[in-house]
């Protein structure tokens, strides 16, 4: 038994230390297949010194990790046969064209007969939208076009996991669009493995979410979860037409609501409510109010947080405790 329990990327302790110096510290993960997992954290958080050590580059100072239920060390050649990668940077033959430079990467992984390698080339021009420009050379390349080229690469070999370190960095909205559609493209084929700074990014497209921050895992969860608020007080909003003091004054006395706090819009009243028992409040919270049949409830649901929110409060919490 590998204790993977079926995860593509399972590590446990996984950590490395360069010159006294902790780049990763202690990360337990698990990465579900055909998922988009994003691995997000601030520039130095440990992000690229993760990737090397899943792809066999460097080895770890402590703990263990395995790819498809494979060591990372004893197992590394074999694990990269199966993986496709794309660094932050790309660099090509700036003289190929894009159909050279994929039919020269397929040739590594196909020995069969030549008609076939040129059907997979031409099936990844397709994916990442370059088929009509093909025969273009790569010098000639925008900065999205040379990013789809390189996940294209990346995938030319039908890899079980794609590692892609900063897919969408220095992209104009554009080119970040059209490498994200590219990723969504992928998901029914592979598991994908990603990291970025880029929050909007993450929102869009991951299943998962890892937040790394000063080498260590702080935060590991579904994206729903994280943006339905984990981390952060459970909140409602409610939007009231009418005279709400006396609402206010019945939440308030519940003991498991923990603050309401009130603002006052052009035509309602909204209530930030905050509580300690999810249960109660999906249960009691809108009844209570509705007691007073002088208030019409216009609007009524659990606060969801964007992305930037969750990992303000998770680095901002974990930068304090840390001070």
């Not at 079926?6 to 490395?16: E, M, Q």
């Not at 494979?70 to 660094?87: H, P």
């Not at 021009?125 to 009509?132: K, P």
């Amino acid at each position: 038994m590998d204790g993977s329990n079926g995860a593509v990327i399972h590590s446990r302790g996984l950590s490395k230390v360069y010159k006294g110096v902790t780049a990763l510290e202690g990360l337990n993960l698990q990465v579900p297949p055909n998922s988009i997992f994003e691995f997000l954290g601030p520039n130095g958080a440990g992000k690229s010194t993760t990737i090397k050590l899943l792809l066999g580059l460097i080895r770890p100072s402590a703990g263990t990790a395995s790819v498809f239920g494979q060591d990372i060390q004893r197992s590394s050649l074999e694990i990269r046969k199966r993986v496709g990668y794309l660094a932050q940077d790309p660099r090509y033959y700036e003289h190929m064209t894009a159909r050279q430079t994929l039919r020269y990467t397929a040739r590594f992984f196909y020995q069969g007969p030549g008609d076939l390698i040129e059907a997979r080339v031409e099936e990844m021009l397709e994916l990442v939208g370059l088929e009509n420009k093909a025969d273009r050379q790569i010098k000639g390349f925008s900065g999205g076009e040379r990013q789809r080229l390189g996940i294209a690469q990346a995938q030319v070999n039908y890899p079980d996991l794609i590692i892609l370190d900063e897919p969408a960095a220095s992209l104009d909205p554009m080119g970040r669009h059209d490498v994200l559609a590219v990723m969504e493209r992928l998901r029914k084929y592979t598991t994908i493995f990603y990291s970025t700074h880029i929050l909007d990014d993450v929102q869009r497209v991951s299943d998962r979410v890892a937040i790394l921050n000063h080498g260590q895992l702080v935060a590991e969860a579904p994206i729903q979860e994280l943006l339905a608020g984990n981390g952060s007080a459970v909140m409602y909003q409610v939007a009231i037409k009418g005279e709400t003091w006396q609402a206010q004054k019945l939440l308030e006395s519940q003991p498991w609501v923990q603050q309401v706090l009130s603002s006052e819009g052009d035509c309602c009243t909204s209530l930030q409510v905050s509580v300690s028992d999810e249960e109660a409040a999906e249960e009691h919270l809108l009844r209570l109010i509705l007691e007073d049949r002088g208030l019409m409830v216009k609007r009524f649901g659990r606060k969801t947080y964007n992305l930037e929110e969750v990992f303000m409060n998770i680095i901002d919490g974990r930068n304090g405790n840390d001070s």
